[in-house]
């Protein structure tokens, strides 16, 4: 059973920081790309940032670049997502996603497993 747990959302004022992590059972995080992704109330899924194997390369959505970053410890198979300098408009749920063939997407349909999310609030 693939699973994938997010922690670390909640409550934060604007300017502020928040690190999200996503814990992988075993083999689903060796040699896969890892992404982060939000959906925010009556919106679409939106592709924030993703992470290859081993994590030498990464890549953002042009509202996160220069405030969030996207990385990974293999050896907890955890992937993480540091946000500073947070918005209201950042407001959403978070999802991390293991892709289906470590070739790298910015859209959802290019991930198998999701976590369940946890919910970012950024108060104004």
């Known amino acids: 059973q693939v699973q994938l747990v997010e922690s670390g959302g909640g409550l934060v004022q604007a300017g502020g920081s928040l690190r999200l992590s996503c814990a992988a059972s075993?083999?689903?995080?060796?040699?896969?790309?890892m992404g982060w992704f939000r959906q925010a109330p009556g919106k679409e899924r939106e592709f924030v940032a993703y992470?290859?194997?081993?994590?030498?390369?990464?890549y953002y959505a042009d509202s996160v670049k220069g405030r969030f970053t996207i990385s990974r410890d293999n050896a907890k198979n955890t992937v993480y997502l540091q946000m500073n300098s947070l918005k209201p408009e950042d407001t959403a749920v978070y999802y991390c996603?293991?892709?289906?063939?470590?070739?790298?997407?910015?859209?959802?349909?290019?991930?198998?497993?999701w976590g369940q999310g946890t919910q970012v609030t950024v108060a104004s």
């Open positions: 075993g083999r689903t995080f060796s040699g896969y790309v």
């Open positions: 992470v290859t194997w081993p994590g030498r390369r990464t």
């Open positions: 996603a293991r892709d289906r063939d470590s070739s790298g997407s910015i859209y959802a349909s290019g991930y198998m497993y």
